[in-house]
């Protein structure tokens, strides 16, 4: 065994076998796997193993097609051929218009990866998979590349092909702790000796967290018992003349694909039941839990009745395993929060359709720090520390429980709310607050106009839709008051935070005392990172003179760890999170000053207190920080308050504002108001796959600088041309939002994609951004939306265009 290597990765499943053959692959060849037992001995040996391509935004589909196109070249590979069906095709199913409606957004979004889904009718699904009945069912998706794979023979041949390029593979070599040094280079200690590297990866399965609390790390990943049976041989599918295709069902909760001459069906049942949470055996290896067909009665019953040829078939194998599940149902493949040189590729519950795709995605981002796709919705650092044992139990049963029923825009599940609350948030419920849950934070959305107030769930435009139009109404014409709970806040202090900053930052950043301003970061290849505001306290009694680093409440790890990295031990620079101790309350409105004149001394005129000032001050007898920035583009304050008197600032502001008739506005209000304004949303709008100038924040950068993170990168970007631009469009329909994913295109041809669309209630159109291919991105260039499977007419419009010259924000 090796002494010392660059990277061990922790786990011989499908996660770690495909991570190790991709790092050779990113030509990185002094690479270990260790494994405690034999290669596939976790999940992946009684894995259904079925690869199929869909995907609810443009990574995961992206990922999918490399996991296909990889096992299709290994499936064909002479000198070590595996068995892949490739190409049985598969349909999900649906029973809803909203359900359908849904699949048609898939099918557009996918469309821009060049995959090619069909959402074809009911007489088509029983066509396609003569099995099935059409009661109850409207219709589905069908996905032609569907298939499924044998996933010991698909590990070994990843291990091979690894082996060939240099990688060392150690089989039972159980990973006993892990010492991390004061050069953030890892011991790996092992039952047959230790490891030096550079780099860990843990890809341990459902033993994640026994290999996490080595690394003083809790994931948020719990496992689930899943079940599935296979049948004796059917006579209708050994007569078809072709294979079944494979079926997913959100109706009754199963799925199914052809298994020799029989069927497989697995089941995702109610009565479902977490596994190993106090705890698994250490001789749980190459084991299954008992069998419970009891727990999976009702689902049955829906399978028997789509596919009565079921009732006939016999019963010959039951499988039930441990299968993992994280707090939002999708993997954690990236760098693992707050530890340097540490990534994982875990909580997997489609891993050996992924598994492919994420190695290959985790490989680049150790290697080359970012992967070719935006990874945000994987990456290990999109919660905060809210994410504990208990809450991720609850959520992972939740989506079990919904496994094939995707979420719908606006939809918040029930399961672990108020994880993350502020005094307030109770009496906005009160006041009839619907919430949106926002990194584990309750945020207002809109208050309701009745306690029993609901929307209904889909891609149109929802019930909602008048509410949200009064609330921008109201902040147009009034005053209105928001929180913003859970806003990352990060506290600089020290003499050398400006310096710190302009290295990180692409543009020139404020740093004269009581400004605010806001700069965008990039990564090493120049690409788009994140964005900030940036604000400059004084010194006085509350502290030094510093810096409040104010970012999007999701942001809180990434940015902390990102900041952090880049930090120089030879200068005087400090970080410390506020984010949990602070909360925003927005007042926003033309009459927005004088509400806060009246609970706030001081002269807060335009003149003493201008557009992007920052002042210490009181509300009431609150400490709060305000800042002249506002998202909505009108006249705002953000006022920033311990969360210990925020209660008494509330009380004080709606004194206040009683005069005014103050009301309160919620996200949904913020976002269209934003997307008027031409502001960006960070993960929306703001991606890794686009650099500053293609996304339009050319004057947030200044190439004279004398360095910043990714700038030689930017420089030779720069000398190509923009390939894609971010455009805003005006859309043709009254019935529904563009929402992100959704393709645009011009003469049949996809041009681009959405990021994020909402009806602006201001200007009374419906509009949406896209990054567009930029030849076709100038002002007033016709193209279409594909909006629920229809192509809707689309021009190409001026970014802002509320209040254009900024006027009110200033006023
Ligand atoms: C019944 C069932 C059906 C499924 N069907 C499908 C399907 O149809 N399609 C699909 O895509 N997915 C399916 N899945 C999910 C899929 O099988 C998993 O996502 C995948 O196998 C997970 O792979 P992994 O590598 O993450 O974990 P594992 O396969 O569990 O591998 C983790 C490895 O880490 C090793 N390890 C743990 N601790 C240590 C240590 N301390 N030191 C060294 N090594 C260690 C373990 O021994 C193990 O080999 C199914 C799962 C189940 C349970």
């Not at 120049?526 to 942001?555: C, F, H």
């Amino acid at each position: 065994m090796k002494s010392r290597t660059k990277v061990v990765v922790i786990g011989g499943g499908i996660a770690g076998c495909s991570t190790l053959y991709h790092l050779t692959q990113e030509g990185w060849s002094d690479v270990v796997l260790v494994e405690r037992n034999e290669l596939t001995s976790g999940t992946t040996w009684h894995s259904a193993a079925q690869v199929t391509n869909f995907g609810m935004n443009q990574t995961m589909v992206g990922l999918k097609s490399h996991s296909i196109n990889l096992y299709k070249e290994l499936s064909e590979d002479p000198e070590y051929p595996i068995n892949y069906h490739h190409g049985d095709g598969g349909i999900r199913l649906a029973n809803t218009e909203a359900q359908m409606d849904g699949y048609r957004h898939f099918a557009s979004m996918a469309k821009g990866m060049d995959v090619n889904f069909e959402v074809i009718d009911a007489n088509e699904c029983a066509k396609r998979h003569p099995l099935i009945s059409k009661n109850n069912l409207l219709g589905g998706l069908w996905d032609p590349s569907d298939g499924d794979i044998d996933p010991a023979q698909l590990c070994q041949a990843l291990a091979r092909r690894a082996r060939k390029a240099g990688a060392e593979v150690y089989r039972n070599t159980p990973v006993t702790a892990l010492t991390q040094r004061s050069d953030d280079t890892w011991t790996v200690h092992t039952e047959h000796g230790d490891i030096d590297c550079d780099i860990i990866v843990n890809a341990c399965g459902y033993r994640v967290n026994e290999v996490g609390s080595m690394m003083g790390v809790h994931h948020p990943v719990t496992s689930m018992e899943h079940q599935y049976f296979l049948t004796e041989d059917i006579p209708e599918i050994k007569s078809a003349g072709h294979r079944m295709p494979l079926l997913r069902c959100p109706i009754s909760d199963y799925y199914c694909r052809q298994e020799k001459n029989g069927l497989l069906l697995g089941f995702y049942e109610q009565d479902c039941k977490t596994w190993g949470m106090d705890g698994i055996d250490p001789n749980f290896v190459n084991a299954l839990c008992p069998d419970d067909l009891d727990r999976v009665t009702d689902v049955l019953e829906g399978a028997f009745d789509r596919m009565p040829a079921l009732m006939e078939a016999g019963i010959h194998t039951v499988v039930n395993g441990p299968i993992t599940y994280t707090i939002d149902g999708a993997p954690l493949v990236g760098a693992i929060p707050g530890k340097q040189n540490a990534f994982c590729i875990i909580g997997l519950r489609a891993g050996l359709g992924e598994g492919g795709g994420h190695g290959w995605l985790l490989a680049q981002q150790i290697v080359h720090g970012e992967a070719c796709y935006d990874t945000w919705c994987i990456d290990p650092r999109r919660f905060a520390g809210h994410t504990n044992v208990e809450l991720t139990a609850l959520k992972a049963i939740e989506d079990y429980q919904n496994e094939f029923r995707f979420h719908f825009p606006h939809e918040h599940r029930p399961a672990g709310r108020n994880a993350k609350t502020t005094p307030l948030t109770p009496i906005f419920a009160e006041q009839g607050a619907e919430f949106t849950v926002v990194n584990g934070w309750e945020r207002v959305e809109y208050i309701k106009p009745t306690k029993d107030f609901k929307t209904t769930l889909g891609f149109k435009f929802d019930e909602a839709f008048d509410l949200i139009a009064r609330e921008v109404k109201n902040v147009q014409e009034n005053v209105g008051l928001c929180e913003v709970n859970g806003f990352n806040r990060i506290e600089i202090t020290g003499s050398d935070r400006h310096n710190f900053l302009d290295r990180i930052f692409c543009g020139n950043i404020k740093k004269q005392t009581g400004k605010v301003g806001l700069g965008y970061f990039l990564n090493h290849h120049g690409m788009l990172k994140g964005e900030a505001t940036i604000a400059n306290l004084p010194q006085s009694d509350r502290g030094p003179a510093r810096v409040w680093y104010g970012s999007a409440a999701a942001s809180e790890y990434h940015d902390m760890d990102w900041l952090r990295q880049h930090l120089n031990p030879v200068e005087d620079v400090q970080l410390r999170s506020l984010t949990n101790d602070l909360t925003i309350l927005v007042l926003a409105g033309p009459n927005a000053r004088k509400v806060l004149s009246a609970c706030s001394r001081g002269d807060w005129s335009k003149d003493a207190f201008p557009w992007l000032s920052l002042r210490e001050c009181f509300i009431g007898i609150a400490p709060a920080t305000v800042m002249g920035v506002s998202f909505s583009g009108e006249l705002a304050y953000e006022i920033h308050i311990p969360n210990a008197s925020l209660y008494a600032a509330y009380l004080a502001i709606q004194k206040a504002g009683i005069e005014f008739d103050i009301k309160l506005f919620g996200a949904r209000a913020v976002d269209t108001m934003r997307l008027e304004k031409g502001f960006l949303h960070w993960k929306a709008d703001i991606l890794t796959e686009f650099d500053p100038f293609e996304t339009g924040l050319n004057k947030f950068v200044n190439m004279n600088k004398n360095e910043f993170i990714g700038k030689e990168a930017l420089k030779s970007r720069q000398s190509e041309k923009c390939l894609n631009k971010l455009v805003s469009l005006e859309i043709d329909t009254k019935d529904a939002p563009a929402h992100g994913g959704a393709t645009v295109s011009i003469d049949n041809k996809v041009v681009g994609t959405i990021t994020s669309g909402d009806w602006g209630h201001r200007i009374n159109k419906n509009i949406a951004y896209a990054f567009i291919k930029s030849e076709y991105s100038t002002i007033g260039t016709e193209t279409f939306v594909d909006i629920l499977g229809e192509k809707i007419s689309a021009k190409i419009i001026e970014s802002c265009p509320y209040d254009p010259n900024f006027d009110i924000i200033k006023s």
